[in-house]
Each structure stands twice: as structure tokens, then as C-alpha cells.
């Protein structure tokens, strides 16, 4: 799982926007609850945001140098799956 998120260095900010309580966002609270600290632990100078809003839908934005910045929806996709898009967006910088 580690070599899933090094984050490569064109990766400049990765943020999750979902709901707190809804069952929509369960999947993403639990994929954040369980990855966050291994994130984190090998990405220590990128930020990581949580962004917790009442009847937000889970998606997530990763931001790359100049600006650049790509949107995925997690609604309705498993803990495997919301893994494999940030996966795809941590590495899209390469």
C-alpha cells in the first residue's frame, strides 16, 4: 500500500470534500480513517485536506504545479475502488 501513495513531486495539494454523517460518504470516511496516516507518513510536506460539509458529495481534487487541478467523484464507489482513483490521480503528475 506505501508505494500506492508516494506522491510524486508535481502533486501539490490533495483534497476530499464529503459529508460527515450520510451513508453516500461512508465509503470515503472509511478509505480516509483506514490510508490517511500511511498518506501522510510518506508525504509529509503535501498537504492533505478534509473538507467535512453537510450533504456534500464525496469527491476528491487533486492540484498540480501551474494550477493544474483534476476532480473525481467517489459517490457510490467501495473503499478498493475510491483507492485505485487517488491511485490514478497521485501519479497522473508523473
Known amino acids: 500500500m506505501s508505494a500506492k501513495y508516494a506522491f510524486t513531486k508535481g502533486l501539490k495539494e490533495l483534497r476530499f470534500l464529503f459529508c460527515q454523517t450520510s451513508e453516500q460518504s461512508a465509503a470515503t470516511r472509511s478509505f ?11 508525504n509529509p510536506h503535501t498537504p492533505i485536506l478534509i473538507r467535512e460539509a453537510a450533504g456534500t458529495l464525496p469527491r476528491v ?34
Not at 480516509?32 to 510518506?42: C, D, G, I, V
Open 32 to 42: 480516509l480513517l483506514r490510508a490517511y496516516p500511511t498518506m501522510k507518513k510518506h
Open 61 to 94: 481534487y487533486a492540484r498540480y504545479a501551474l494550477g493544474e487541478e483534476k476532480e473525481e467523484a467517489l459517490l457510490g464507489l467501495s473503499d478498493q475502488q475510491i483507492e485505485d482513483k487517488i491511485t490514478q490521480l497521485v501519479k497522473a503528475s508523473s
